[in-house]
C-alpha cells in the first residue's frame, strides 16, 4: 500500500505562482512513475503531468511551458510548480503515483483557486 499527502494549494491571483507537493510513504519502494491530475467543477478529472522513476516526463498541452513537475526520491516526494496561473487553473489538484504492480494510488486532493 502506498499512501499520498498533498500539500501547498490554497488562493493566489492570476499571474501568480504556487508549488504543490506530494509525499509518499507506505510501500514507496513499489513506487514508479508519480503524476498530478486536477478537477474543476463539473469537469472531468484531467491529467496535469506525469514523471517516471528516471525522471521522464510528460505535460497536458495546455500546461506545457507554464507547469513543472520534478521529483526528489530521496524524499520520496513529487513536485508540481504552476506559474503563470490562470483563473481556469481553478481546481482540486490530486497527486496519483503507480506501483510495479501497475496498481495506482491517489492523494485527498489540495484545493487550487486563481482569482483576484
Known amino acids: 500500500q502506498v499512501q499520498l499527502v498533498e500539500s501547498g494549494g490554497g488562493l493566489v491571483q492570476p499571474g501568480g505562482s504556487l508549488r504543490l507537493s506530494c509525499a509518499a510513504s507506505g510501500s514507496i519502494r513499489s513506487i514508479t512513475a508519480m503524476g498530478w491530475y486536477r478537477q474543476a467543477p463539473g469537469k472531468q478529472r484531467e491529467l496535469v503531468a506525469v514523471?517516471?522513476?528516471?525522471?521522464?516526463?510528460n505535460y497536458a498541452d495546455s500546461m506545457k511551458g507554464r507547469f513543472t513537475i520534478s521529483r526528489d526520491n530521496a524524499k520520496n516526494t513529487v513536485y508540481l510548480q504552476m506559474n503563470s496561473l490562470k483563473p481556469e487553473d481553478t481546481a482540486v489538484y490530486y497527486c496519483?503515483?503507480?506501483?510495479?504492480?501497475?496498481?495506482?494510488?491517489w492523494g485527498q486532493g489540495t484545493q487550487v483557486t486563481v482569482s483576484s
Open positions: 496519483r503515483g503507480w506501483d510495479t504492480a501497475r496498481l495506482s494510488y
Open positions: 514523471i517516471t522513476s528516471g525522471g521522464s516526463t
